[in-house]
């Protein structure tokens, strides 16, 4: 009897102990794959495929899981310092953001590694970046053509982070510090400018006051002499008519629009008239 009992209680221990090894078996042959991650299936040290996001199921003790992010991270650097065309000092800020290429993860684990891929990787490819691009511009260039200058960076990081299986996605300029001397040199260039600006408006204030002020005199001028014209041809039409008539009609006319209403008072007659001089009393007018 003791010996049986015995023998069933050992049974119920090695079937619960193997049902305990059979979940933990179940329990560590599978797992879950996040979204904007990856899973790399590792085999004795090597990595064999790649796990999706979901549920996974791998072989246990034999294989291990590494997860990868391969979602978009955001790069902040600030305060690079670069040397302009013309060798001014250049102090940038630049911000990027970036993921690694979910279709190469497992090249990437080979050959690079994910540990801290931003310091190893992605930083020093920016400051390379930031200061090629800044060298092809003079200091002026920078801040008038910055979208210009940040294409370049753009282009150029993008080939770097390429070689890492690393996909740019955006970059901005933060900032771009110059030097003291360079920021003055900047502000008295623009209040010459203003100066000159404001020089060249009164000049052209000047020329159109004096412009308008010579059609002025010039339309007075031709005013005059249109007007001398007329008053030559009303003295010559009536010299004509003076000419035609013996002057006669016309001293008639002259003395008709001269006449103000009155009789005269003295008559001069000729020789067929009365010859004599008449004073006329003002009551026989």
């Not at 991650?37 to 199921?57: Q, S």
């Not at 013996?246 to 001269?258: D, H, V």
Request: hydrophobic letters at 45%; aromatic letters at 6%.
């Amino acid at each position: 009897m003791t010996m049986e009992k015995m023998t069933k209680e050992t049974r119920l221990m090695v079937a619960a102990g193997v049902a305990i090894a059979a979940v933990a078996v179940a329990f560590l042959s599978c797992g879950k794959i996040e979204a904007g991650e990856r899973g790399i299936v590792i085999r004795f040290g090597k990595p064999v495929r790649v796990a999706t996001p979901g549920l996974y199921g791998k072989i246990p003790f034999v294989e291990t899981i590494k997860t990868v992010n391969v979602r978009t991270e955001t790069v902040v650097t600030r305060d690079m310092n670069a040397s302009s065309k013309d060798l001014q000092e250049i102090s940038a800020s630049v911000t990027t953001q970036c993921h690694y290429d979910p279709e190469k993860v497992v090249e990437t684990y080979s050959k690079f590694g994910y540990d801290d891929f931003q310091r190893r990787i992605v930083i020093p490819a920016i400051f390379e970046s930031v200061k090629s691009a800044v060298s092809k511009f003079n200091a002026e260039e920078l801040i008038t053509k910055r979208e210009e200058v940040r294409g370049v960076i753009f282009q150029s990081l993008q080939v770097l982070l390429t070689r890492y299986n690393v996909v740019l996605d955006s970059l901005q300029i933060a900032d771009l510090n110059f030097s003291a001397r360079f920021n003055n040199a900047i502000e008295e260039k623009m209040i010459a400018e203003q100066e000159a600006l404001k020089a060249k408006n009164v000049l052209e204030r000047v020329r159109t006051e004096a412009e308008q002020q010579l059609a002025k005199a010039n339309a007075t001028a031709a005013a005059k002499v249109l007007l001398a014209e007329a008053e030559a041809k009303a003295i010559k039409l009536q010299a004509d008519v003076i000419k035609e008539n013996g002057g006669n009609q016309y001293l008639l006319l002259k003395a008709i629009e001269r006449w103000d209403g009155r009789a005269p008072t003295t008559l001069l007659g000729g020789k067929g008239d009365l010859g004599t001089l008449l004073q006329l009393r003002p009551e026989a007018r």
